[in-house]
């Protein structure tokens, strides 16, 4: 998206005296709407819309560990056999498609971005049989993590067993993004395209920290870096809740 | 053509036979072998070596500069492109978008670098591209790009050996090749890792002795010393991490990475006699 330099100017004076181009306030989320279930052939799915940012999330498991196996060309012997009765854990495998934004470049940085984020954010889940997660992305304004992340989540609660939940709360990722002396969540693609530096940053349900990086071509101080973090951490709590009780109501 | 390269003196002065490949005029035969143990009277100065720097610039001849650190044993090499004519996409035009350089980053462990995952492949896989990302956000706040309109300016990164903490040690080669290029920077970038395992409650400097182990959380921390400003921060987390503990671990890793702009930053002015004298032959 190109902006005139008027237009970045207009955007960065307006968020100076806490007012958005779309009148929210700086740390206010769009409407956002989660549907879940709406394809068949995946184990759990979630749509998540938040403002014209639109994602689709499909989660499959792989039924049959040994099937796996013997597509990866492994013999039908013994050993083989035994090695499959040990259990064996693996990490969650997160694909991120933007083919709907176009081809360019820029379209597959961002799937790659996406992609590592989110790779991240699932790291320390492990499942016992193979599960993919493939993010689909249908319409691009801004925030692209958050709500990939909810999306996610949301289906992960749905495909795994409560078994594996009850242990590890799955994370959620809040984005906030510093435009000249205020912080700002949830920007816009308009918003993105001012924003000198953001901290991403991935928080489970008991507000610890399971990912955080920092973004973009700007630098920070220290303090600003850590108040950015702590109004992350806030504002995922407050995204759990949310996504909690719309998974429940659901169910 | 015989070009002396200056080897700077202030650091470890032992470990100089393993650079002999890459330094013109040494006799090889003269230096001690790979397989002798060291002296136990210098162990303890083997593992103050493992905390110190090694750098090196205009290793690579056909560049417009380039850099070499090594940080223990992980040894990274950067060479420098540019300005050279911009990558011209769809959306770009011809007023904003030009106005500043691109900078453009690429990544690439070498096959045989990795200890632990066996042979890399040709193709850079998603961390190597994730590296990438992290030193393009990392250096651009200290370049001046806008003094360079309508170019690209490309970074290539190879990781030549990785016994822990490449992508701290690879920010340092960067910003040593960037100076070397003779770039115009607002300040020296460089970066530290620390690292705790699971379970543990003190963070450690990560150094280049091959002794991390995957199981544990990493805070890295890219800093400008001058400026006293943050360029970018990456938290690998191997267990839930509360927020002050990162914080605090980013406070920790500011120490390293002043020590390491002071070491680069004395390394460059040394080398600075040396550039006169070849202009002068020039």
């Known amino acids: ?251 | 053509r015989n070009s002396q390269l200056p080897i700077s003196d202030h650091v470890m002065p032992l470990d100089r036979y393993r650079n002999t490949a890459l330094v013109d005029g040494i006799d090889v035969r003269a230096l001690p072998l790979a397989g002798d143990s060291p002296a136990p009277a210098s162990q303890g100065k083997q593992q103050q070596q493992q905390q110190q720097h090694w750098f090196q610039r205009r290793l690579v001849q056909d560049t417009v500069g380039s850099g070499y650190v090594e940080f223990g044993d992980t040894k990274v090499l950067c060479s420098v492109h540019g300005p050279i004519e911009p990558k011209r996409s769809v959306l770009t035009d011809a007023g904003a978008e030009q106005s500043r350089a691109q900078l453009q980053v690429y990544y690439k462990l070498a096959p045989f670098a990795s200890h632990q995952a066996g042979r890399v492949s040709y193709l850079p896989d998603e961390t190597e591209r994730r590296a990438a990302s992290f030193l393009q956000d990392t250096l651009a706040p200290s370049l001046r790009l806008d003094r360079l309109p309508k170019s690209r300016i490309e970074l290539h990164c190879l990781v030549l050996e990785d016994a822990g903490c490449c992508l701290a040690t690879a920010v340092n080669c960067a910003c040593l090749a960037l100076v070397d290029a003779g770039l115009e920077m607002y300040d020296l970038v460089t970066a530290a890792t620390v690292c705790r395992p699971v379970g543990a409650t003190d963070w450690q400097l990560e150094v280049g002795d091959g002794s991390n182990s995957c199981g544990s959380s990493s805070v890295t921390l890219a800093y400008m010393r001058s400026l006293r400003q943050v360029a970018g921060m990456l938290v690998e987390a191997a267990e839930p991490l509360q927020p002050r503990v990162v914080s605090a671990a980013c406070r920790i890793c500011e120490d390293p990475c002043k020590m390491t702009h002071s070491s680069l930053r004395q390394f460059l002015l040394d080398c600075l006699p040396a550039d006169d004298r070849t202009a002068k032959i020039a």
């Open chain 1, 1 to 251: 998206q190109l902006l005139s330099e008027p237009e970045r100017q207009y955007i960065f004076d307006s968020v100076q005296d806490a007012v958005r181009i779309d009148g929210r306030q700086c740390l206010a989320y769009r409407q956002a709407a989660l549907r879940l279930d709406l394809l068949c052939y995946a184990t759990a799915s979630a749509q998540v819309s938040l403002g014209e940012t639109d994602v689709l999330v499909s989660v499959r498991e792989e039924d049959n560990p040994g099937a796996t196996a013997q597509q990866q060309g492994s013999t039908g012997s013994v050993v083989a056999a035994a090695q499959q009765q040990q259990p064996v854990s693996h990490p969650v495998s997160v694909w991120v498609d933007c083919s709907c934004l176009g081809s360019g470049p820029e379209q597959q940085q961002l799937a790659d971005e996406a992609q590592a984020h989110l790779s991240s954010l699932y790291r320390c889940l492990r499942t016992p049989t193979p599960v993919f997660v493939d993010i689909l992305l249908l319409g691009y304004d801004g925030d692209l993590l958050d709500a990939a992340s909810i999306a996610a989540s949301a289906a992960l609660m749905r495909a795994l067993p409560a078994s594996l939940l009850s242990a590890q709360a799955l994370p959620l990722f809040a984005t906030v993004h510093r435009i000249g002396s205020q912080q700002i969540v949830d920007a816009n693609q308009l918003e993105e395209s001012c924003s000198m530096a953001r901290v991403t940053v991935g928080v489970d349900s008991n507000g610890r920290l399971v990912a955080c990086q920092t973004c973009g071509e700007g630098s920070l101080q220290f303090e600003s870096m850590t108040e950015m973090i702590e109004t992350g951490v806030r504002k995922a709590m407050m995204l759990h809740d949310s996504v909690a009780k719309l998974v429940a109501r659901v169910l």
